[in-house]
């Protein structure tokens, strides 16, 4: 049982150019979720999605896009690079409703230069 | 968004000695809160998590505490090992079924002396 598993696990990009980050979890989870972690500011939320072919914005979702085809996976696509993207990135699932816990992956290393 | 801050960024024990790290948040309106451990290099791991119908929550060497009242929230860590060295995050959820949009603290790192 793998959980919550990304793919890159470091990446470094040139200003400009674009990348797919790809997140699969195993445990039948609803709901899915991409943060970044800068030094800190602790985790901000991307977007997030509720199921199957929904998505939703986070508190910082610009320069983003995400896509949720199938329910194991949950993909976040930058389109145009920018050193501001340069952080370390989480995905996470959790089921659906109240009151439960997220489990993490173990994080994509992202440089911009 | 939320703020969700904690009183301390770093904190030192000693190896055996009980650890406590404290963690405000501003929405009165959020009804559940967990703690996260971070290891370097690692994903956030969960703790212990509470809902807001409880004051108290015991697991295995660790307990929350929440007081609604100042909206303040505590890790107590019991006999601190050199393993619990890490960054705790709290996290406050409002269920608004949108989905379960946490609001992370800054962290706290813990570094435990042996």
């Known amino acids: 049982n793998a959980g919550v598993t990304q793919t890159p696990k470091f990446r470094v990009l040139k200003t400009g150019q674009s990348m797919t980050l790809l997140c699969a979890q195993d445990?039948?989870?609803?709901?899915m979720y991409w943060y970044r972690q800068d030094p800190g500011m602790g985790l901000r939320l991307i977007h997030y999605?509720?199921?199957?072919?929904?998505?939703a914005k986070g508190e910082v979702p610009d320069g983003y896009n995400v896509s949720r085809l199938k329910k194991q996976n949950f993909l976040l696509g930058l389109e145009s690079a920018a050193p501001s993207q340069t952080s370390v990135y989480f995905c996470?699932?959790?089921?659906?409703?109240?009151?439960?816990?997220?489990?993490f992956g173990q994080g994509t290393r992202l440089t911009v230069v | 968004g939320e703020s969700v801050g904690l009183h301390l960024p770093t904190l030192s024990v000693q190896e055996g000695d009980n650890s406590i790290i404290n963690c405000a948040y501003s929405?009165?309106?959020?009804?559940?809160f967990i703690w996260y451990k971070q290891e370097s290099g690692k994903g956030p791991q969960f703790i212990i998590d509470?809902?807001?119908?409880?004051d108290k929550r015991q697991g295995q060497r660790v307990t929350v505490l929440l007081n609604k009242t100042v909206k303040h929230l505590s890790l107590q860590i019991a006999a601190t090992q050199p393993g619990d060295s890490a960054v705790y995050f709290c996290?406050?959820?409002?269920?608004?079924?949108?989905?379960?949009?946490?609001?992370f603290g800054t962290g706290t790192s813990l570094t435990v002396i042996p």
């Open positions: 996470a699932s959790s089921y659906a409703g109240a009151n439960t816990e997220a489990f």
């Open positions: 445990m039948n989870h609803e709901y």
């Open positions: 999605s509720v199921g199957e072919g929904t998505t």
């Open positions: 929405n009165s309106a959020s009804d559940y």
């Open positions: 509470i809902r807001s119908n409880m």
């Open positions: 996290a406050e959820n409002e269920n608004l079924n949108t989905g379960n949009q946490f609001y």
